[in-house]
């Protein structure tokens, strides 16, 4: 069953009761019957005017308050968004200007990391010339000391052999030869003998 149903039944019956006391009979068709579905004029009326009256005054004292609240906050979002927009095109400028310096200190870094390979193949260079230039030093006053060794050496076997071969000549003629005419000789023989080696 319907509860709303019980409630209008027991409405109706209390509204029966109250008519029987006053000379009405239940169920007649009196000026003062309750319908739940059509009130009295009177009520009616009253709710017209209550309406109108609400109306009225929600329409002078509430509306253009909460019209100029949505405006104010219309104007605040407006200007929100405004600033906004500016925010975001400085941080979009902000954000090139950061590329833009990334971008040029990674050349920078790329130009630096170039000269210093350049420059540490330049020192390389120049301490492999030295070195070279060093070395090569090196051999030829090693050369010139082992040709003046050399000299020195052939100069003082000549002089022994010299003396080796006038002795044994002396010995061999049996006569002694002229010091000069001797050493004349044996400086011959010594000069055919280194060039045939």
Do not use: C, W
């Amino acid at each position: 069953m319907n509860p709303y149903y019980d409630v209008i039944v027991l409405a109706q019956e209390e509204h029966g009761t109250q008519n029987t006391t006053t000379g009405t009979q239940e169920g007649g068709h009196g000026e003062d019957d309750f319908t739940p579905v059509m009130p009295h004029k009177g009520e009616l009326i009253a709710a017209a005017l209550f309406f109108i009256t609400l109306f009225l005054i929600v329409s002078r004292l509430v509306l253009p308050k909460l019209n100029a609240t949505l405006a104010a906050r219309e104007q605040a979002l407006a200007g929100q968004l405004n600033a906004a927009e500016t925010t975001r095109g400085e941080a979009d400028q902000v954000l090139a200007e950061y590329r833009a310096k990334l971008a040029d200190a990674q050349a920078e870094g790329n130009r630096i990391i170039e000269e210093a390979r350049r420059t540490a193949e330049s020192i390389a260079a120049e301490r492999r010339a030295a070195a070279e230039a060093e070395a090569q030093a090196l051999v030829q006053r090693a050369q010139a000391d082992i040709q003046s060794e050399r000299d020195r050496a052939i100069g003082a076997l000549r002089s022994e052999l010299g003396a080796l071969s006038i002795d044994l000549a002396s010995r061999v003629v049996g006569r002694s030869l002229d010091n000069e005419a001797q050493r004349g000789l044996v400086e011959s023989y010594i000069d055919q003998l280194t060039s045939q080696n």
